[in-house]
């Protein structure tokens, strides 16, 4: 039987940060897809270029259980800017992702809503996003809706 994990009071959703490595951060990713091998260094690094060469593109926010010190759900929001809609921006939340030990406690709805109020902050006028057939419902219950068919093409 897996243990589960209590968000404590007070605890809630915060932009990630250089000690998140140490709290592990990129193990959480690999539950979404592989990672690969990113060092403390690198992680660093990419952090610094995120924040500073695209940081107004790029919000990535993270959920921590600060009683045992780890990150437990993570989400990215990235701006597009447009020509059209007057040149406008659309967000796309990207890497959602939730412990399985700490799913079912509205973690994943928390930082979903967080990116949504985040890219309206931006003035985005739309947030989309891609998803797998099974996780629709979740979705649609943060507001979201079905629209329109994704394609891909892997380089």
Known sequence: MATTTTLRAGEGVRKLAEGDYG???????????????VSEEDFRAQLHFLET??????????VEDEGKSRIMGTGTLLVEHKFIHACGSVGHIEDIV???????????????????????????????LDCAEKNVGFYEKVGMERKEVQMVKYL
Request: hydrophobic letters at 35%; a positive charge.
């Open 98 to 128: 939730v412990l399985p030990e700490a799913r079912g406690q509205g973690l994943g709805h928390r930082v979903v809503a967080a990116l949504i109020k985040e890219a309206g902050e931006r003035g985005c006028y739309k947030v989309i």
């Open 23 to 37: 709290k592990g951060y990129t193990e959480l990713l690999s539950k979404l897809t592989t990672v690969g091998d």
């Open 53 to 62: 060469e695209r940081g107004g593109d790029y919000c990535i926010l993270v």
